[in-house]
């Protein structure tokens, strides 16, 4: 059982350039999120998405955009990176929204460095 | 929404001894509270969690403390090991979230020496 796969690992980009993160998960989870991580800021919520179909802004979302292509997969996209967005950043699914089924299970991250 | 404090950032302990982490929230509403280990170059996995009706939970060598009055809950590591060395988020979510939304702590890197 894969769980939660990003793609890519690593990736540099010059300011301005574009580029789409990829996740996909196998665990039939409704919800999806999108974190970034930086050092001594702990995670914070880019975007998210509760079920197929719908998206919605977490505590940074500006400059970014994402996609819920199907269950299975959420993209996340840089259209002008900055270096602002050099970051570790991590997806995660759960099963749905209540107190039973809080867990998140999270991706091995893509490290972003932006020159 | 929630702010979660964490402390302390760093945390150096002897193989054998114990290790405390603890952490506050601000939103008298939320309900649930996770604790996630991050190992170097993986993503966080949850380790343990305690709901609001519940003051105490145990686990082997880890059990997590809450105090709603205070509005603090806290890690406790027993037996440390060097495998217990990681970086340790604490997260609250809100009662009233119903897409699992959590707010993170800004972690506590643990290391564990032999």
């Known amino acids: 059982n894969a769980g939660v796969t990003q793609t890519p690992k690593f990736q540099v980009l010059k300011t301005g350039q574009s580029m789409t993160l990829q996740c996909a998960q196998d665990m039939n989870h409704n919800s999806m999120y999108w974190y970034r991580q930086d050092p001594g800021m702990g995670l914070r919520l880019i975007y998210y998405?509760?079920?197929?179909?719908?998206?919605d802004k977490g505590e940074v979302p500006n400059g970014y955009n994402v996609s819920r292509l199907n269950k299975r997969e959420f993209s996340l996209r840089l259209e002008s990176a900055a270096p602002s967005q050099t970051s570790v950043y991590f997806c995660?699914?759960?099963?749905?929204?209540?107190?039973?089924?809080?867990?998140?299970?999270f991706g091995n991250g893509t490290r972003l460095t932006v020159t | 929404g929630e702010n979660v404090e964490q402390h302390p950032s760093t945390l150096s302990v002897q193989e054998g001894d114990s290790a405390v982490i603890k952490c506050t929230y601000s939103?008298?509403?939320?309900?649930?509270f996770p604790w996630y280990k991050q190992e170097l170059g993986k993503g966080p996995q949850l380790i343990i969690d305690i709901r609001s009706n519940v003051g105490e939970k145990k686990d082997q060598r880890i059990a997590v403390t809450l105090n709603k009055t205070a509005k603090h809950f806290s890690l406790h590591i027993t037996e440390t090991q060097p495998e217990d060395s990681a970086v340790y988020f604490c997260?609250?979510?809100?009662?009233?979230?119903?897409?699992?939304?959590?707010?993170f702590g800004r972690g506590t890197q643990l290391t564990v020496w032999p």
């Open positions: 995660a699914s759960s099963e749905a929204g209540g107190p039973a089924s809080s867990t998140l299970h």
């Open positions: 997260a609250a979510r809100d009662r009233g979230s119903t897409l699992g939304r959590l707010y």
């Open positions: 998405s509760a079920s197929e179909g719908t998206t």
């Open positions: 939103d008298s509403a939320s309900n649930y």
